[in-house]
């Protein structure tokens, strides 16, 4: 499937603004297997705009269309969008009754209330109806209307148009599969896949799409291998009709995933759509448990990524951030004597920070995390970029020493993941903790 991208904005024309929304697309299209004809960018210029909407649709088929959906003067893309496909605007009742709830409005909304005016036909992108956004289909061909903001523009991208073009893209290809991966570099795949398949590779479309520190594959059958294996299907029916007990012959895809699931056994997170904090919610959830942590160098970061999952209260206890040598003593109960001898950058450290944690919060796991994400502070034995993570289970705790790359919230942020997932390997594993990219050493104590 062919796509264009319309990007509409006085500032991005200008360079007033860099076109986040174009690379977001960008990666996310190409990942999914959907090529992107053109990227085009006009200014808030209603003519401008119906050119290019009546142009591109004839030519691509879908199209997703940023920016130009606010209240104010500038914002003409809803309007353009009724000249260009001669649609009458209608007023949407239940936006209008967003509007006159949210109180950001509660002063302007007789200037907000513009955003309640459709097109005629317009489907509502936006479930809760927090983000201006809405669909099309012109000629039989679907046009997403998104917002320019760019958190906004990824959210609906991701959540709400990805997967509907999955499903128009499913009509026509026999298999897809979505594997997501964290501790691999989107290399680690591709140079296994080509090692492994040869020349049957060629046979499927592969997308490597980053997010953050996690990595998603999507693997799909080229249409000629889909019909292929359509056929292949067709006839193995029929001859299990005659031959029973005749076993089933594995699609390439199949036979693709289970390579990979063996050959990164730990790395390896799910298929389909889950993050790791969703995941590890689940876990806990399925066996009965909770966790707390206390974080010095990741400042937070760690509790409020299992708190983004909603009812991450049934598994989720406490947080302490303890940045400060005092604050470990103090709040913790850590050893004077600990710190004294081994720094607060020291498995030692970090094995009595998540024991501690598991003694004040009576939670069943518990993660550490103390280091030095930089960009100062470092020295020769403990450079930049050194993290001891540690995980509690009531028995004991283990501790592992990393060395990260990359700037301050980087570090934070893989320090954070590398957390949460090594409560997964425990809890779907229970061992694996030493095998990351990163990791140097590993250190337990029983209690």
């Not at 991005?12 to 960018?41: D, M, P």
Request: glycine content about 8%.
């Amino acid at each position: 499937m062919l796509s264009a991208l319309l990007c509409i904005g006085h500032e991005l024309i200008y360079g007033r603004v860099v076109n986040e929304n174009a690379k977001v697309a960008g990666e996310a299209l190409q990942a999914y297997g959907f090529k992107l004809g053109e990227v085009v960018v006009v200014p808030d210029d209603i003519p401008l705009i119906v050119k290019a909407l009546k142009r591109l649709v004839d030519e691509y088929d879908f199209i997703i269309v940023s920016g130009g959906l606010g209240p104010t003067d500038d914002d003409l893309t809803v309007l353009a969008a009724s000249q260009a496909f001669d649609l009458e605007l209608e007023e949407r009742a239940e936006v209008l009754l967003a509007l006159q709830k949210n109180r950001e409005y509660a002063k302007s909304f007789e200037v907000a209330r513009k955003l309640a005016l459709l097109p005629k036909g317009s489907i509502l992108l936006s479930q809760d109806l927090t983000m201006a956004g809405f669909k099309l289909l012109v000629k039989e061909k679907p046009i997403f209307f998104l917002p320019g903001v760019p958190s906004q523009f990824e959210a609906l991208l991701k959540n709400k148009v990805l997967p509907e073009l999955l499903n128009i893209k499913a009509e026509v290809r026999s298999e897809l599969a979505i594997l997501k991966f964290f501790d691999l570099n989107e290399t680690d795949l591709n140079s296994f896949l080509q090692n492994t398949l040869g020349d049957e590779i060629k046979e499927l479309e592969i997308g490597y799409y980053p997010e953050g520190p996690e990595v998603k594959l999507i693997l799909q059958a080229s249409i000629l291998s889909s019909r292929a294996s359509n056929l292949s299907s067709q006839a193995s029916l029929l001859s299990s009709r005659e031959k029973r007990g005749v076993p089933h012959q594995k699609s390439l895809i199949e036979k693709v995933k289970e390579m990979l699931k063996e050959r990164f056994k730990f790395e390896f997170l799910s298929e389909g759509d889950k993050t790791l904090p969703v995941l590890v919610g689940e876990l806990l959830l399925e066996k009965g448990k909770r966790v707390a942590v206390a974080e010095s160098c990741t400042g937070g970061q760690l509790a409020s990524l299992i708190t983004s999952i909603s009812g991450s209260s049934n598994y989720f206890d406490r947080g302490f951030v303890v940045y400060s040598e005092r604050s470990k003593v103090e709040v913790l109960g850590v050893s004077e004597e600990t710190i004294a001898k081994h720094t607060v950058y020291s498995h030692e450290t970090a094995l009595e920070m998540a024991k501690r944690t598991l003694e004040k919060s009576k939670a069943d796991y518990s993660l550490a995390t103390t280091g030095l994400a930089g960009p100062t502070g470092g020295t020769d034995d403990l450079p930049v970029g050194t993290v001891f993570i540690a995980l509690g289970t009531g028995s004991k705790a283990i501790s592992v020493r990393f060395k990260f790359s990359g700037g301050r919230n980087w570090v934070q942020k893989l320090a954070s993941y590398t957390a949460l997932d090594m409560l997964r390997r425990y809890l779907v594993y229970g061992e694996g903790l030493s095998r990351y990219r990163f990791a140097l050493e590993l250190k337990e104590r029983t209690f």
